[in-house]
């Protein structure tokens, strides 16, 4: 067992940010005037001098060298979903043996990975291997320390010779200044002349499994795919809902007290976690920062989650479906846009009904959300999340928006046109107010819906256990920063900017109330009333993806210059790339595991049957149902060999075709996921009618109800 804190020896306050470059290290550590210029470059865009970048670089290895950490890398996120890293030694080897611990401005700000094995969609030729990393000054260094080894580790974006964006940072940060320009276009038009910067933050909630190791280790599905791939439910599951905020079991305690100590000492604000409805599985949930850092830090969260794991001999599963028959996990994305100057846009305030900039940046994402639905669905989509959406555990693939109550009937009385009474008997009369409170549980959470309004903030629901933040925040701010951008022309051209302001309001959402349903989102009345409100429904990652290059998105890129064409067209790409190789490593496992291991041992078990009714019939018994079993075994044996045959088939025929990448993905999906679940179909009845003594892999039961 890992070395744990004793906090009555050790004060939190001494563990928080200790391994995290922060602000207040910098603060600190650097020459005034170096720190304002730093300050600068983060809040003004300014340009950093190589002096400052200098002096920046030596307290940064100086501080590192005090931690212990010999190495540095520069962090990134390609195109793989997960991170990449390069490291590199302070050290500089004199010619007389000796050597200096050296560490540059152009060593901080820029570093060259070799590129030419990371994603790249058709960017770039494969002979052309170089990328860049370019340090970004908004995300804190830290100190990662696995193992005991230290490293200096330097958030940056990656990106090619040419210019183009080869991670997921680089869009995000696009996004971010999208949204700042069209929202301060409109807080201008509405006299606001002291907000300088627009910030979006997020806050996210991580749902994850943890299993034991030693039976993790006997599943090659989950070793491989991270999800079983086989298995049936077992007797007890979660429908007496006894795992949900019960009480935290001592084995998961002491992991959980780890996991919280490392992520604050990287300065991770980790601050809530809970048992969540199916067995085994858990939740922790950080405190708001701006939209690029906690994309960062939860980067960082889920690699020191898996890390941790491994001190407690346990295993922590991120696929958002890992386990058939419960709850999948998802990452709730807490989105919300505020000003510098301490505004929250999408705080109602005491008084909502007459709150003109709250009505007005709320009907905006309500216009955003409704036409850019299909932008948001696809930002979730993955192979796994086509298991967990829509399953009565997570919002439908639908996208839809709740409001809750009051401020539904706020909205409808404008735009309808009557009058709107308040609890003191007064008529409601709009006015250019903000109001900073308002009641945080005013409106209750939708847990069916995919896009809630939660008081102050929206909960984005659909995204993934495994995905980065960094793709639903892009497409999200994308979608508000070209709604943000029509109100900002309308308003500036406008001589009367109050009454303006108001047809707007009541115009979104006459022309978009379609997109909000309050009811209960796993209803099928709610598909159907979808269906006839004209929503979109992609069901699957292969639909929501091939609408990614559409012409009428690819502009909204390109005018806010968060990708261009090429771009996009390029993330289309590898994201079908890597569904079909997560499909094809999926449906592999299965055809090795079907007849490697179960169809004989449940052979094995048949023949032991036919044994034992060959032995009592010796007898003149006559044993039927032990008959009827063996029958049964043997037609399920014969049916899984020939569903895998087919399965093997279609995987060959996928590797030999030379279609389009959609068309490949079309196949992988109508094809081979189909005849994957025929297939674990019979699997799973062989599951149930094998002897378990004789069944070659640990079975839900150990995987769900052993920590």
């Known amino acids: 067992m890992p070395n744990q804190i004793d906090f009555s020896k050790t004060p939190l306050s001494e563990v928080y940010g200790d391994n995290c470059f922060s602000d207040a290290v910098m603060k600190e550590r650097l020459p005034a005037n170096v720190y304002k210029e730093l300050l600068a470059v983060q809040n003004d865009g300014q340009l950093l001098s190589s002096k400052a970048a200098e002096v920046i670089a030596k307290s940064m290895k100086d501080w590192a060298l005090e931690k212990g950490a010999t190495h540095y890398t520069h962090w990134f996120q390609p195109l793989t979903g997960l991170t990449a890293e390069k490291h590199d030694s302070f050290i500089s080897p004199k010619s007389d043996g000796s050597m200096l611990l050296e560490f540059s401005d152009k060593e901080l700000i820029q570093g060259e990975p070799d590129a030419s094995s990371f994603p790249n969609g058709g960017l770039r030729a494969t002979f052309e291997a170089r990328g860049y990393t370019a340090w970004d000054t908004s995300s804190p260094a830290v100190i990662k320390e696995v193992g005991g080894v230290k490293t200096l580790t330097i958030p940056t974006a990656f990106f090619s010779y040419t210019g183009d964006a080869l991670d997921k940072k680089v869009p995000l940060l696009r996004s971010m200044v999208a949204v700042n320009d069209q929202a301060l276009r409109v807080l201008r038009s509405l006299g606001n002349t002291t907000t300088k910067k627009i910030c979006i933050n997020v806050g996210p909630e991580q749902e994850y499994f943890l299993v034991d190791e030693e039976f993790y280790d006997k599943r090659p599905d989950l070793r491989l795919a991270g999800r079983t791939v086989f298995g049936t439910m077992s007797a007890k599951g979660q429908e007496m809902d006894d795992h949900?905020?019960?009480?935290?079991?001592?084995?998961?305690?002491?992991?959980?007290?780890?996991?919280?100590?490392?992520?604050?000492?990287?300065?991770?604000?980790?601050?809530?976690?809970?048992?969540?409805?199916?067995p085994n599985q858990f939740e922790i949930a950080t405190v708001y920062s701006s939209a690029n850092i906690s994309t960062d830090t939860n980067q960082l969260l889920m690699e020191t989650i898996k890390n941790v794991a491994k001190h407690h001999k346990l295993v922590a599963l991120l696929h958002e479906k890992p386990f058939a028959g419960v709850n999948g996990s998802g990452k709730h994305n807490n989105w919300s846009i505020s000003t510098d100057d301490g505004q929250n846009l999408l705080s109602p305030g005491k008084s909502p009904e007459e709150n003109v900039q709250f009505l007005l940046f709320l009907t905006s994402v309500i216009k955003a959300v409704d036409e850019y639905a299909v932008l948001?669905?696809?930002?979730?989509?993955?192979?796994?999340?086509?298991?967990?959406?829509?399953?009565?555990?997570?919002?439908?693939?639908?996208?839809?928006?709740?409001?809750?109550?009051?401020?539904?009937?706020?909205?409808?009385?404008?735009?309808?046109?009557?009058?709107?009474?308040?609890r003191d008997g007064k008529l409601v009369e709009l006015g250019l107010t903000t109001i900073p409170s308002f009641p945080i549980d005013d409106t209750d959470r939708n847990r069916t819906s995919p896009f809630a309004f939660t008081g102050n903030k929206f909960e984005f629901r659909m995204v993934g256990s495994s995905q980065s933040l960094a793709g639903p925040n892009t497409m999200l701010n994308a979608?508000?920063?070209?709604?943000?951008?029509?109100?900002?022309?309308?308003?500036?051209?406008?001589?009367?900017?109050?009454?303006?302001?108001?047809?707007?309001?009541?115009?979104?959402?006459?022309?978009?109330?379609?997109?909000?349903?309050?009811g209960n989102g796993y209803s099928e009345e709610w598909v159907e009333e979808a269906q006839k409100r004209g929503l979109p429904n992609l069901p699957n990652t292969v639909e929501a993806l091939s609408h990614?290059?559409?012409?009428?998105?690819?502009?909204?890129?390109?005018?806010?210059?968060?990708?261009?064409?090429?771009?996009?067209?390029?993330?289309?790409?590898?994201y079908l790339e890597i569904y079909m190789q997560q499909i094809n490593i999926e449906a592999s496992l299965m055809v090795e595991m079907a007849k490697g291991k179960i169809v004989p041992a449940a052979n094995r078990y048949l023949s032991e049957l036919l044994s034992g009714i060959t032995a009592q019939k010796g007898f003149g018994f006559e044993p039927t149902q032990l008959?009827?079993?063996?029958?049964?075994?043997?037609?399920?044996?014969?049916?899984?060999?020939?569903?895998?045959?087919?399965?093997?088939?279609?995987?060959k025929q996928l590797a030999a075709s030379e279609e389009s990448t959609l068309e490949m993905a079309k196949?992988?999906?109508?094809?081979?996921?189909?005849?994957?679940?025929?297939?674990?179909?019979?699997?799973?009845?062989?599951?149930?009618l094998t002897d378990s003594s004789y069944w070659p892999y640990p079975k839900y039961e150990d995987l769900l109800f052993r920590l």
């Open 244 to 278: 949900y905020f019960g009480a935290i079991k001592e084995r998961v305690g002491l992991f959980m007290k780890e996991l919280n100590c490392e992520l604050w000492k990287l300065g991770v604000p980790a601050k809530t976690q809970h048992n969540e409805v199916a």
């Open 627 to 651: 008959t009827l079993l063996a029958k049964k075994l043997s037609e399920t044996i014969d049916s899984t060999l020939k569903e895998v045959e087919v399965l093997d088939s279609k995987i």
């Open 376 to 422: 948001l669905r696809l930002s979730a989509a993955n192979s796994g999340n086509d298991h967990r959406l829509g399953a009565n555990e997570a919002p439908p693939a639908i996208v839809s928006m709740y409001l809750g109550e009051k401020i539904t009937e706020i909205l409808e009385s404008i735009g309808n046109g009557t009058p709107l009474v308040r």
């Open 667 to 688: 196949f992988t999906h109508d094809e081979i996921v189909g005849t994957m679940e025929t297939l674990r179909g019979f699997g799973d009845t062989l599951e149930e």
């Open 479 to 518: 979608a508000v920063a070209e709604i943000l951008s029509e109100v900002g022309d309308r308003l500036e051209k406008s001589s009367d900017v109050m009454a303006e302001a108001k047809a707007i309001i009541k115009e979104f959402y006459c022309n978009h109330k379609r997109i909000i349903f309050n």
């Open 548 to 574: 990614l290059t559409d012409e009428e998105f690819v502009k909204v890129f390109e005018k806010h210059k968060i990708f261009a064409s090429h771009e996009i067209a390029s993330r289309q790409e590898i």
